[in-house]
């Protein structure tokens, strides 16, 4: 066994050499014994514990996973196949198997439990906006693992323990720090209003960006598939005053709606009403032409004729009106010399004096 | 039996032998070996070496990236107003001889290396102010007046001030770890949480409540307004819509009259006579009823052959 010691580093063993040199000092030793008796025992016991040592690198590559291999420290490329796999058992090897396509989450700022009930961490969740105003964000941030070895042996991180990730793995704190530090600072270049109503996405696709580039810059193998903010408000201390804003800004928006409705209602009537009135005076008008050509078609037509004979029918129609008048009337007849006449009571008592026959 | 002991001795002690010759440096770490506490080699790349048993001992240090979580400390801007920074770096180590040296281990690192993040950004800090720290700049317009938005409120744009604060610590840093000789590389330095101070919280919460009620009062009198606003306008459309209409109407009225007039004065012109006369006549028969009385003189022409059939003109 040739190992080296200093000088130029040598990682790559011959394993077929070392095995080939167990066997022959195995071979030595049974001979040793006379092939028989204890020696045989101890012999087929040592072949039981490396078999068995052996067996124990039998692993199963779940769909999904990937598993990197390290031989005496040294990084192998992963198995991304899923199925039935074998590698060096410890101390010779070393083998972590992780999900790589299933989406994890980390939750900032609350914590859900499995029964879906949500408990907020102000410490996490209360921050600075651009316009020095508090506000409370609650993210979660989506991610998975993009380069297995890169994840395993870069970062070293104390993992957490509520989020049940291990020692070492940098999804831990070095994620939480920095989707701290990559929300913070998105916040800060905001507004309030920015963040808690007009540019959420616009929040979301910059802390994203930020993440990765922080993730990025440690080699963590972490690709950050998206960050959601969940509830974002005004802090519990003056949530009732930006309440009050959006029950004003409502009721502002029904004011205008309900003036908008008034005037929706009265200007068709008065159009409607100012359309009759036309019509009306336009009735009034025609009316008024049609029914003077027709009197000065009636006048044009007996004036005509009268001209023709103009003393017999004045007489006749002087008479024919006075015969259409005087039967309805009272009649009261002087006689040229009376200078006066007395009519006593009203109109309903008054009798006429016969004065001659009548007509 | 005698050689079989010696065997299994001899098994043992080799066993022994080469599990202290042995040892394996993994991708996460690098050693440094000692021979009677002198540093003798350092490994770096991973893999199974071999040392003097016994007598070598190795020492493992961390080849990650590490971290380093400065406590919150109240900071004072620009304008001696303290502001509550948390911040973090990451730093890895690079020369394990010199880091062993000067800080040790990772727990001296730590203090030590937190100690001068959390004095860099102390200094930076006190360079900034609040807007410049967080990270955005009150918008002005060319007059130099706050710009605000249709709510009454100051706009702000996102500036890269604090980042640029963090480069100006990581560079700081850098040079004082350099200067130092701590064989470790700083990664990056960042600024986790910029809070408030408990104490000027409250004072905090009283500005955002007064202007959001400055806000809320705001749009209930825009309400007022536009309400007013639009119903005057409506009632001042409908009435002009109306008199229009009136106008319209008397101008429609008037030409029917008038051309009514012209029409009719027309033909009675032909003998004006004629028309007097005869419209008396209608006139008559048309106000005369059985309520009215007439007094007639007997000598009127009408009665002219009652009393004198024989008369004539």
């Known amino acids: 066994m040739a190992f080296p010691s200093g000088g130029p580093r040598q990682n790559e063993l011959n394993f077929d050499q070392i095995i080939g040199q167990i066997q022959q000092g195995l071979g030595r030793l049974t001979r040793r014994f006379g092939g028989g008796g204890i020696g045989v025992i101890i012999v087929a016991i040592l072949i039981l514990i490396g078999l068995v040592w052996l067996g124990s690198g039998i692993y199963q590559v779940g769909p999904g996973e990937q598993a990197a291999r390290r031989l005496f420290g040294v990084v192998q490329n992963p198995i991304t196949d899923p199925g039935l796999q074998w590698w060096w058992p410890s101390p010779v090897g070393h083998k972590d198997k992780e999900s790589v396509t299933q989406t994890r989450r980390m939750e900032l700022g609350f914590i859900s439990n499995e029964a879906g009930s949500v408990s907020p961490r102000g410490e996490e969740a209360l921050m600075i906006s651009g316009d020095l105003n508090i506000v409370d964000v609650q993210m979660v941030v989506q991610y998975n693992i993009k380069d297995i070895n890169a994840f395993l042996f870069n970062v070293d991180d104390p993992g957490e323990e509520t989020r049940a990730v291990m020692v070492g793995r940098p999804e831990g704190r070095t994620l939480k720090d920095a989707a701290e530090a990559a929300l913070r600072l998105v916040v800060g270049q905001r507004s309030i209003d920015d963040i808690l109503v007009r540019n959420r996405e616009d929040v979301e696709v910059n802390t994203r960006d930020r993440l990765q580039q922080i993730m990025d810059t440690y080699h963590s193998g972490i690709a950050v598939v998206s960050v959601q903010l969940q509830d974002v408000k005004a802090p519990e201390e003056v949530r009732d005053a930006f309440d009050d804003v959006l029950r004003a800004r409502q009721e502002r928006d029904t004011r205008i709606n309900q003036a908008r409705a008034f005037e929706a209602d009265i200007i068709p009537r008065a159009e409607g009403d100012a359309e009759r009135i036309k019509e009306a005076a336009q009735a009034f008008k025609q009316a008024r032409i049609a029914r003077a050509i027709g009197e000065a078609d009636r006048f044009n037509a007996i004036l005509s004729e009268y001209a023709n004979s103009k003393e017999v029918t004045r007489q006749r129609l002087y008479l024919e009106a006075m015969e259409e008048v005087l039967p309805d009337v009272n009649k009261i007849i002087l006689s040229p010399e009376s200078q006066s006449v007395l009519i006593l009571g009203g109109d309903e008592t008054l009798k006429p004096v016969p004065f001659g026959p009548t007509p | ?313």
């Open chain 2, 1 to 313: 039996m005698k050689s079989l002991i010696i065997i299994a001795i001899i098994i043992i002690a080799s066993l022994i032998v080469t599990r202290s010759a042995l040892y394996i440096v993994d991708v996460t770490e690098q050693v440094l070996i000692l021979r009677f506490g002198e540093v003798r080699d350092t490994r770096t790349n991973p893999g199974l070496y071999l040392k003097a048993p016994f007598i070598d001992t190795i020492i493992t240090f961390d080849k990650r990236i590490l971290r380093i979580d400065a406590p919150p400390v109240a900071m004072p801007d620009k304008e001696k107003q303290n502001l509550v920074i948390d911040s973090y770096a990451r730093y890895r180590i690079v020369d394990p001889v010199q880091f062993r040296k000067t800080l040790q281990t990772e727990t001296g690192a730590r203090s030590r290396l937190g100690d001068i993040v959390t004095s860099t950004l102390r200094d930076r800090v006190a360079l900034r102010d609040r807007f410049e720290i967080i990270g955005s700049e009150p918008l002005v317009d060319e007059f130099g007046n706050p710009e605000e938005d249709s709510e009454g409120l100051p706009l702000f744009a996102g500036v890269e001030t604090r980042s640029d604060i963090l480069q100006e610590v990581l560079d700081g840093v850098k040079n004082t770890v350099e200067t130092q000789n701590f064989g470790i590389a700083i990664i990056d330095v960042r600024i986790k949480r910029a809070d408030f101070p408990d104490s000027v919280t409250p004072s905090i919460y009283t500005r955002m409540r007064a202007e959001r009620n400055r806000i809320a009062t705001k749009f209930r009198a825009e309400g007022e307004e536009e309400d007013l606003k639009i119903r005057a306008v409506a009632n001042r459309n409908r009435d002009v819509i109306l008199a229009n209409a009136d106008q319209a109407s008397n101008q429609l009225r008037g030409a029917g009259e008038a051309e009514a007039i012209r029409i009719l004065a027309d033909a009675l012109n032909q003998d004006p006579d004629f028309f007097s006369f005869r419209r008396s006549l209608e006139a008559y028969q048309a106000f005369l009823g059985q309520q009215d009385t007439v007094v007639l003189s007997a000598d009127a022409p009408l009665f002219q052959y009652l009393t004198n059939p024989t008369a004539s003109k």
